[in-house]
């Protein structure tokens, strides 16, 4: 712990609980309300145009997802999509990388697909393309997506 510069060791003992006393060097911290808890924690990190840029992302993820998609996603953080090929259902979560499970007619989930646009584009954008995708391409998107089985420890018990 030694060889960990002060202001990170000052973090760590914040975000774990430790000391309740403001590292110097830390300001700016936005403090996220309720319907924001799907951001980043390190949000404060990033620069005015990269904040931003995800905000922009979050809010045209928002206007394109149905009234049902709309709840879900506010209430959980996720929302279901049928696959306009096989009308199979598929959960995207907020995230990037291996945030598409696939379910069975029970809800419970099949296995996790990994797949996402090039480029480094924000939450919001990837999720908006993976749903698009789904809707439009499955079966392409199917055969250029990894898959992983599930594994019940690896994953929420509302699957399972």
């Not at 430790?18 to 996220?32: D, K, M, V, Y």
């Not at 879900?72 to 279901?80: N, R, S, V």
């Not at 199979?88 to 990994?114: F, P, T, W």
Request: aromatic share 12%.
């Amino acid at each position: 712990m030694a060889r960990v510069p002060r202001i990170w060791r000052d973090l760590l003992h914040l975000v774990i609980g430790g000391r309740r006393r403001e590292p110097p060097a830390l300001t700016g911290i936005i403090i996220a309300n309720g319907s924001e808890r799907f951001e980043p924690s390190f949000l404060w990190l990033w620069s005015a145009a990269t904040r931003e840029a995800h905000a922009r992302g979050i809010q045209l993820l928002r206007e394109s997802l149905s009234p049902n998609q709309s709840a879900q996603y506010e209430q959980y953080g996720y929302f279901d999509v049928v696959g306009g090929e096989t009308g199979r259902r598929y959960r995207i979560s907020a995230g990037s990388q291996m945030n598409v499970h696939q379910l069975d007619e029970k809800d419970r989930l099949v296995c996790v697909l990994c797949f996402a646009p090039a480029g480094g584009l924000v939450v919001g954008d990837v999720m908006l393309a993976q749903k698009l995708a789904l809707e439009l391409f499955e079966s392409d998107t199917l055969k250029a997506a990894n898959r992983f089985q599930s594994d019940p420890q690896f994953y929420p018990s509302y699957y399972f």
